[in-house]
């Protein structure tokens, strides 16, 4: 499998260089060459367990031998998930609305699911490609993808971590993960802005050619951890694949039949990689893209005008709080097949802040919640059904309820645990004053990590605060300062 950019079609890469470059060179982000579409038997999909279907997707995907590839499966979901044989959960509240939960693995987001995957590909490109050099690991995050890459890249023996999170907005226990965790490969850059002052920084430092050639001479080698990077899309397109299989299985379904896949989406990595699982051969219908008061998403699927040109709002669903969606990118090249447009298109968003382009009939759509809907379908849902939802599912569920038209059944991805936002479920839940996870553990009924509670007690290290205005070179010193 070969890749190529999505501003350019004759810009070619291996994974490996996809993985070590995160980016492509000229600004883009890898995109696969030749699609295999199609190309999943359904009834072969119903028989392989989580792991095995990791595998053949994985083999589908990249250019890695079955031997390599299943390698990098094995070390990732062998521990860390609370079930060693599936490191998913699909819980159904009625015949149409599936909860896929996203976040039984050991940060309890769904970034765990790619995160644990991707260090195992990294390590692996760093062999295959002869590299004598440390890998900088760099990440923007809005809450969850900071804790999940400084645990994921833990262990690993070539990799050191540079996480730059917001000041405001994240949930304690998102900063105590981030903070708290202990690991000497690991550095974090708070900054005095939000998730997109981050982003933009971590887009600009993988952009600047001579910056990277200066970091290689410096002994090391500069990616990162976000979704721009294909080596997170690709774990994530396997569980979209084998809820559709479970969903079979379990008999909410029949084989052949369709679902649509309902997911609240920030940087549209999440939701892209469920398109991609229908370009395989999986019967998606629809694909609905739930947005928070930042619902700029929302409008472009709306409207078909992708406009950031708006204030950014600070909601009780941190890790939606994005107005640049870096992803929105690759479903822009994969419904146009044109790199000369999105390239023009992406321009167009950095100099005028907005652009155009036709969604009829992409399959998207797309609604928001407020915080006082986000609050009020966390109560109400636990009323009717016994669940308990996250801030973000809750904006799934309310956009599913103000679309669902007919009986087709909803897959629902569950994003991150209750637990990483109690105060916020617990008030939705009638709670005035004990806001501990252990309050919500006995409300709920629900198993309470116990790795949250135990960052959660532990404080918050100081860090120090850096102004947006300083962030890039902020960023720049600490990728080069290092010791190899």
């Known amino acids: 499998m070969k890749y190529i950019s999505t501003r350019d079609k004759n810009l070619e890469m291996s994974f490996a260089e996809a993985l070590l470059s995160g980016t492509a060179p000229d600004g883009g982000l890898p995109v696969f060459k030749n699609f295999p579409n199609d190309s999943l038997n359904l009834n072969e999909v119903l028989d392989l367990s989580y792991q095995e279907l990791a595998v053949k997707i994985g083999l589908l995907l990249t250019d890695l031998s079955k031997e390599e590839m299943k390698s990098c499966v094995d070390k990732a979901y062998s521990n860390g998930f609370e079930s060693s044989e599936c490191p998913i959960a699909i819980k159904s509240v009625d015949n149409q609305i599936h909860i896929l939960e996203l976040f039984h693995g050991p940060t309890a987001a769904f970034k765990d699911m790619a995160l644990q995957l991707l260090p195992q590909f990294i390590d692996l490109a760093v062999k295959k490609q002869k590299v004598d050099k440390e890998v900088c690991i760099v990440t923007a995050t809005s809450g969850d993808t900071g804790s999940a890459s400084i645990y994921g890249f833990s262990k690993s023996v070539n990799a050191r971590t540079i996480t730059v999170y917001p000041d405001k907005g994240i949930s304690d226990v998102q900063r105590a993960q981030m903070e708290n965790c202990g690991f000497d490969n690991s550095d974090l850059i708070k900054v005095d802005g939000c998730f997109d002052d981050a982003q933009r920084a971590v887009k600009s430092c993988l952009a600047d050619s001579e910056f990277r050639q200066q970091v290689e001479a410096n002994g090391s080698i500069l990616t990162v951890a976000n979704s721009m990077n294909i080596g997170r899309l690709i774990p994530q397109v396997v569980y979209y694949v084998y809820s559709y299989a479970e969903l079979v299985r379990t008999g909410a379904i029949k084989l052949g039949e369709c679902c649509d896949v309902a997911v609240p989406s920030g940087n549209f990595g999440n939701i892209l990689a469920a398109w991609y699982a229908k370009k395989l051969g999986i019967p998606f219908r629809r694909f609905i893209c739930a947005s928070n008061e930042n619902r700029v998403l929302a409008d472009f699927f709306k409207t078909g005008i992708y ?23 690759r479903l822009l090249f ?13 321009e167009k968003l950095v100099t005028e802040g907005f652009f155009e382009f036709d969604v009829t009939g992409s399959g998207f759509l797309s609604g928001c919640a407020n915080d006082n809907e986000t609050i009020e379908t966390i109560g109400s849902f636990y009323k009717e059904t016994g669940y308990v939802l996250d801030p973000h599912t809750a904006v799934a569920i309310k956009v599913v309820a103000d679309l669902k038209t007919d009986d087709t059944p909803v897959l629902v991805a569950s994003t991150a645990s209750p637990f990483k936002f109690p105060e916020t479920v617990l008030k939705a839940l009638g709670e005035t004053s004990n806001f501990s996870l252990e309050r919500l553990a006995d409300i709920s009924r629900m198993k309470m990590p116990e790795e949250l509670s135990k960052v959660l007690k532990e404080g918050f290290k100081e860090v120090t605060l850096v102004p947006e205005k300083e962030l890039i070179n902020v960023l720049k010193r600490d990728v080069l300062n290092h010791e190899k």
């Open 307 to 329: 406009d950031r040109r708006r204030d950014f709002v600070t909601t009780l669903s941190p890790s939606m709080d994005i107005l640049v969606s870096s992803n929105l990118e």
């Open 334 to 346: 994969g419904l146009s097949n044109d790199a000369n447009l999105v390239k023009e298109l992406q």
